[in-house]
């Protein structure tokens, strides 16, 4: 006969087994997207082989700007003008700032390499298909979406631009995740989902500037979702 203290350690013995595996389900899908994008740092070009003309100028411009803080300079235009007669590829102005503040302080922390550059495209990879993962997990069950994260990191083109030191890879994340506030939103109807997705979509916009396409593709969701209501909501 067993005691009642053995049933019930093998009870909560179970338990924690059970609770270990529904622990272990949750965040499954979250490693395999990290290690995916770890995956494809691993296999990124590095020692200057930058295949695009864009790529070592996205790299520079975090460099001036990571240069420009430590210097705090008290002419910074004058700095900034002997800045570019050394680097003359220097194009920080012809592009949104956003991505070169993450990517100098990638080069604080590991240096002003090509890998610092291409791990900070990487993390935006690794953040692109998490979002993708939960915003189809509003509709479709984890494997589902963890399959349509997976197969959009694994897409060759995306996986081109994610191996380059280019704007195309960190829009997207931004872009995403802005979507994935947005359509909380309009399923649960909360303001700061609202408030959420445009400072997201935003972020996406001073990443690369040509995303605001989306623009037109979410005003046009409200007014089939919403229809004239749209019109009397503030928060809109």
């Known amino acids: 006969m067993v005691s009642p203290l053995t049933a019930d350690a093998g009870w909560h013995g179970a338990e924690r087994v059970r609770s270990w595996l529904r622990l272990a389900r949750r965040f499954a899908p979250y490693i395999a997207i990290v290690a995916a994008a770890s995956a494809l740092l691993a296999t990124s070009p590095l020692g200057g082989d930058f295949a695009w ?14 240069d420009l803080i430590l210097a705090l300079p008290r002419h910074p235009v004058t700095w900034a003008e002997a800045y570019y007669l050394h ?11 956003l991505f070169y503040v993450f990517e100098a302080a990638a080069f604080a922390v590991l240096g002003v390499t090509q890998f610092a550059a291409q791990a900070t495209v990487a993390l935006f990879y690794a953040l692109l298909g998490l979002g993708l993962y939960r ?3 509003l509709w479709a069950s984890r494997p589902a979406a963890l399959g349509a994260a ?3 990191m694994g897409m060759p083109e995306l996986a081109l631009w994610g191996r380059q030191v280019m704007l ?9 995740w802005g979507v994935y506030a947005f359509a909380r939103f309009l399923k649960f109807d909360r303001g700061g989902d609202l408030a959420l997705a445009a400072v997201l ?21 409200l007014a089939v979702s919403r ?6 909501d503030r928060r809109l």
Do not use: E
């Open 53 to 66: 003309s864009d790529a070592p100028r996205h790299a520079l411009n975090a460099a001036f700007l990571k």
């Open 150 to 152: 997976l197969m959009l």
């Open 87 to 97: 680097y003359p590829s220097l194009s920080i102005l012809f592009y949104p700032p």
């Open 135 to 137: 915003l189809t997990r």
């Open 227 to 232: 229809g004239r209501s749209l019109l009397r």
């Open 201 to 221: 979509l935003l972020a996406a916009l001073y990443t690369k500037y040509n995303i605001a396409f989306i623009a037109a593709v979410l005003l046009l969701t």
């Open 168 to 176: 195309d890879v960190p829009a997207m994340a931004w872009l995403v």
